[in-house]
Each structure stands twice: as C-alpha cells, then as structure tokens.
C-alpha cells in the first residue's frame, strides 16, 4: 500500500492509527493531509493487525472528505464480513461512487490457495482501466482454481457462518486469556481473524518472536513490522485446542521474561 505508489511517483502520507482512537482513523488529521492535489485515500478495513472496523458513521466522514478533494477512496475488504455481531458491514462501494473496494478468497473463504481476488467499483471509467489492466497482467486464471471459486460463491452464507462460528468462539477465549494476564494488553478486535497485544518484556517485537518460537515452536508476527514495537500479532482463525496449546506456551514465554 505504501511501496508501489511511491515507486511509481506518488507522493504518499501515511494517517498513524492508535490504540487510544481505537485504531479507527482520526478525521481531523485526514482533513489536514489531504490537499486539492490528492488522488486516492487508502484504507484497510477492517484492519490488520488490529480487527479495529471502521463504523460505517466515520466511513461516511472518510467519504466527506474525499469528495471535498475529488479522490478516490480505495479500501482493501479482506477481513469483511468477519464480523463478531450479524449487523451489515457496508462496502466502501455503498457509500461512494468513487469507491474501489478490493478483496479475495484468502480470508472471508479462507481459500487463499486459490490465488483469486477482485475489484469493484461503481466508476464505469475506472473500471474500464481496471479491465485493461487486468488483462495485460493476468490472460487468465486457472480453470480448477476458478471452479472451486465458483462452488465457494454459491455456498457463501454455509461457509460465512462456519467461519464466523471459529473467530467468535476463538475470541472469547482469546479475550479470557488477555484478561488473566499481567503482562499483556490490548485493545480488543470488533473484525478480521488478527489480534494486536502489547507485552511487557524487556524484548524488541523481533527478538520476542525469534525466542518464542525457538523454545515453544509457536509463532506470533512481530509488531515492527507494522510500525508497532513492543507489541506482536495474533491470529485465532483455526481449531480452538491449538490456539488454547498455543497461549499457554506464550503464558510459559511470558513468564520467563
């Protein structure tokens, strides 16, 4: 999101999401870096590594201030609909009619062997690019992979609910173990299958997953590489005995240090 525009010319100013805003961006300093000159607003949402879902009442401010600069809003939807409550999640495409949304199999399916994506957008103009686009860069996808995904469409709410049964319980005992520990905290997810905790070690984010998956072969992400230090990245979209197996590994790890 930040590497390819800056290749390709663009000046790029990134909004910090914190803990104390929720991880929801701060309208007030949107208005402040967009200027007449700006092309594209991009956002993640629900986000990674965070599970922060932006409101759909902010969404709408995120479009207010689009519109006054004439950008387009780009938002990457992968963790949509993986929602802790059944309440509608709207695309940035309901809002705006200069909305791209982009998403795949990867997460919502969890199908990410197939390597399929897509984009959608109500601008007829843009989505004439896209197609170009898409057609110089990709003649054509796999005919297996393309069946697979079309079995996928037409069982989506049975494969929704399945997957939305796994993150939910996973969460409350996600949660209950949070909750029992002196040196972790965090601010809880709302969406997506990632957690973001901040731990109290005299470890950078780096070294405190090197070591932890050394010695209790249990793997975290750390949270330098999302400009984030002193925290790490937890997912808990799998069976619930692992991730139970696998906080009480880092409960031993935390405890060492």
């Given at each position: 999101?930040q590497?390819i525009?800056?290749a390709?010319g663009?000046?790029?100013?990134l909004?910090?999401?914190?803990?104390?805003?929720h991880y929801?961006?701060?309208?007030?300093?949107?208005?402040q870096?967009?200027?007449?000159?700006?092309?594209?607003?991009i956002?993640?949402?629900?986000?990674?590594?965070?599970?922060?879902?932006i409101?759909?009442a902010?969404?709408?401010?995120v479009?207010?201030?689009?519109?006054?600069?004439?950008a387009?809003?780009?938002?990457?939807?992968?963790?949509r609909h993986l929602t802790?409550?059944d309440?509608?999640?709207?695309?940035?495409?309901?809002?705006?009619?200069?909305g791209?949304?982009?998403s795949?199999?990867?997460?919502?399916?969890?199908?990410?062997?197939l390597?399929?994506?897509?984009i959608?957008?109500?601008?007829?103009?843009l989505?004439?690019?896209?197609?170009?686009?898409?057609?110089?860069a990709?003649?054509?996808?796999?005919v297996v992979?393309?069946?697979?995904?079309t079995?996928?469409?037409q069982?989506w709410?049975?494969i929704?609910?399945?997957n939305?049964l796994?993150?939910?319980?996973?969460?409350?005992?996600l949660?209950?173990?949070v909750?029992?520990q002196?040196k972790?905290?965090?601010?809880?997810?709302?969406?997506?299958?990632?957690?973001?905790?901040?731990?109290d070690a005299?470890?950078?984010?780096t070294a405190?997953?090197?070591?932890?998956?050394?010695?209790y072969?249990?793997?975290l992400?750390?949270?330098?590489c999302?400009g984030?230090?002193?925290?790490?990245?937890?997912?808990?979209?799998?069976?619930?005995?692992?991730l139970?197996?696998?906080?009480?590994?880092?409960?031993?790890?935390?405890?060492?240090?």
């Amino acid at each position: 999101m930040q590497s390819i525009p800056q290749a390709l010319g663009a000046a790029v100013k990134l909004l910090p999401l914190t803990k104390e805003n929720h991880y929801l961006p701060d309208i007030q300093e949107l208005k402040q870096l967009v200027t007449p000159h700006t092309k594209l607003i991009i956002l993640n949402n629900p986000d990674n590594p965070t599970g922060a879902l932006i409101p759909e009442a902010k969404l709408e401010e995120v479009v207010t201030v689009a519109k006054s600069v004439d950008a387009y809003v780009l938002c990457d939807e992968v963790y949509r609909h993986l929602t802790q409550d059944d309440q509608y999640s709207p695309s940035i495409i309901d809002l705006y009619e200069k909305g791209i949304s982009t998403s795949s199999f990867s997460k919502v399916f969890s199908l990410a062997g197939l390597r399929l994506g897509w984009i959608a957008t109500r601008d007829r103009a843009l989505m004439t690019q896209l197609l170009s686009h898409r057609d110089y860069a990709t003649i054509s996808c796999g005919v297996v992979d393309e069946m697979i995904g079309t079995l996928a469409l037409q069982n989506w709410q049975k494969i929704l609910h399945h997957n939305r049964l796994i993150i939910r319980e996973n969460l409350q005992l996600l949660t209950k173990w949070v909750a029992g520990q002196d040196k972790i905290s965090w601010q809880r997810p709302t969406a997506g299958t990632t957690a973001l905790l901040y731990y109290d070690a005299p470890l950078a984010s780096t070294a405190f997953c090197d070591q932890l998956m050394a010695k209790y072969q249990t793997l975290l992400v750390p949270g330098v590489c999302f400009g984030i230090e002193n925290s790490v990245r937890i997912g808990y979209a799998f069976e619930s005995d692992h991730l139970i197996a696998g906080l009480s590994r880092v409960s031993a790890f935390l405890a060492e240090n």
